[in-house]
């Protein structure tokens, strides 16, 4: 595993440009072995992936530059794995027989899950200041790039499934206060639950997922409890009208015949969901309190795309034993 003790800037940047350019070579593969089997959808997608990787790669050289930080010449290919995110790439993705647009776009994200977490690990470990802020700038740059691939995803998803059912989505103008991020966090657990519920005959080593979740949704009722003490106004008008849209949506999901495989993907999707409109909170909160709950839920999210990314994995091993 690449080690996250990096004493400089010079280290940390050029680790960056390396993985930006393995991620150029990957990607640039994938799309000539999609095209040869003639999966023409899925190698234009990586196509595009090459050209958003290479303007990364440029946008590094160009900070570099400014900065006055050398490349360090001595740091080759990077091949990096942490322990809290699979490092099992999705055959079916790399498959010119078998990848879509959604597992492509789904390897993706996964890369910049990765290198989100090594970033984050290194600013955690680092004894020195600025190897320390370059290293949450990068974090950060990756987790927007995760954010962007998700939402394309997403929109794969969809595609894929042809649900002609428009679809509302969390709304992160809509929380003003902390007590509407618990109010929201509170929703998206709720839900989580009773989906977890539907496939844990199904996906036993989920139990543990719900057992966390429903830790966590006693802890936000605590918390919105203590909040909401003679403020009758708590949470407000927004994001209740927000909510009430999607449990209307939820509503007629439930209708559905329920298949489990397809439950567990949904999950996964709205983990991903979740994990982009806390973020988007991070970002936009007005004061201390609601951004550090943010931050809190955001974690929690990420932790719960590891959980469901592991035993998505386990069941692909299983499906390729039996065949």
Excluded at 17 to 36: C, K, N, P, T, V
Excluded at 149 to 154: A, F, G, I, K, M
């Amino acid at each position: 595993m690449l080690s996250t003790r990096i004493k400089t800037t010079g280290e940390l940047m050029s680790i960056a440009l390396q993985a930006e350019r393995e991620a150029i070579r990957r990607y640039a593969q994938l799309s000539s072995d999609m095209r040869e089997a003639g999966n023409e959808s899925v190698a234009a997608l990586f196509e595009r992936m090459v050209i958003e990787e290479q303007e990364h790669e440029r946008l590094l050289l160009k900070w570099m530059a400014r900065e006055s930080i050398p490349e360090n010449t001595e740091i080759g290919p990077i091949s990096w794995s942490d322990p809290q995110v699979s490092t099992t790439y999705d055959d079916e993705a790399c498959n010119p027989h078998h990848s879509t647009p959604y597992k492509a776009l789904a390897f993706a994200v996964h890369n910049e899950e990765i290198a989100f977490r090594f970033y984050t690990h290194v600013a955690a470990d680092s004894d020195n200041e600025e190897v320390r802020k370059y290293a949450e700038i990068l974090a950060r740059e990756e987790l927007g790039h995760a954010a962007l691939l998700r939402v394309e995803r997403r929109l794969a998803f969809h595609a894929q499934r042809d649900n002609s059912l428009s679809e509302p989505v969390l709304d992160p103008g809509a929380v003003h206060n902390e007590a509407d991020l618990l109010t929201a966090a509170l929703h998206i657990d709720r839900y989580l639950i009773e989906a977890i519920t539907r496939i844990a005959a199904e996906f036993p080593q989920i139990g543990t997922l719900a057992r966390e979740t429903q830790q966590q949704v006693r802890n936000n009722e605590n918390a919105l409890s203590d909040l909401a003490q003679g403020n009758s106004k708590l949470p407000g008008a927004d994001i209740s009208n927000n909510l009430a849209l999607l449990e209307q949506f939820d509503a007629k999901n439930r209708e559905k015949p329920a298949d489990p495989e397809a439950t567990l993907q949904q999950l996964d999707i709205y983990c991903d969901r979740s994990f982009a409109f806390y973020d988007a909170i991070v970002v936009k909160a007005a004061d201390e309190s609601t951004m550090l709950t943010a931050q809190r839920l955001t974690s929690s999210a990420l932790d719960r795309i590891g959980v469901l990314k592991q035993i998505s994995e386990s069941v692909a091993d299983i499906e390729e034993v039996r065949q």
